[in-house]
C-alpha cells in the first residue's frame, strides 16, 4: 500500500513539474495517451497513465535513494517464455 498524504492532483503536478523543466523526461512519439493526459491535466477524463508514472518514478527514486534498484545489467536475468509481451 502506498502512504500517501497528498492529493493525486498535487502528486502528479509536483512529480512533472520539475522533470519537465529540468527536460529530463523523454516520451516517445508512439506515447500518445501519455501526451494527451499531460498536455490536457487537469481536464481530463482519467488520469491513469500519469497517475501510474508517478508513481513509478516514486518507487524508483525511493529506491535508488535507499541503495536498491540500482543494478548492473549483467545481473538482471532474461525472462521465460512464460511471460509474454503486450502487442
Known amino acids: 500500500p502506498i502512504d500517501e498524504k497528498r492529493s493525486k492532483t498535487k502528486r502528479i503536478r509536483q512529480r512533472f513539474t520539475d522533470i519537465v523543466t529540468d527536460h529530463e523526461l523523454y516520451v516517445h512519439p ?8 499531460y498536455q490536457n491535466y487537469p481536464n481530463v477524463p482519467h488520469e491513469d497513465v500519469l497517475d501510474a508514472t508517478e508513481i513509478g518514478f516514486d518507487v524508483l527514486t525511493t529506491r535508488e535513494l535507499a541503495g536498491e534498484g540500482v543494478y548492473d545489467e549483467e545481473d538482471i536475468p532474461d525472462l521465460d517464455e512464460s511471460w509474454r509481451c503486450a502487442p
Not at 30 to 37: A, D, G, H, P
Open 30 to 37: 508512439s506515447m500518445s495517451e501519455f501526451k494527451t493526459q
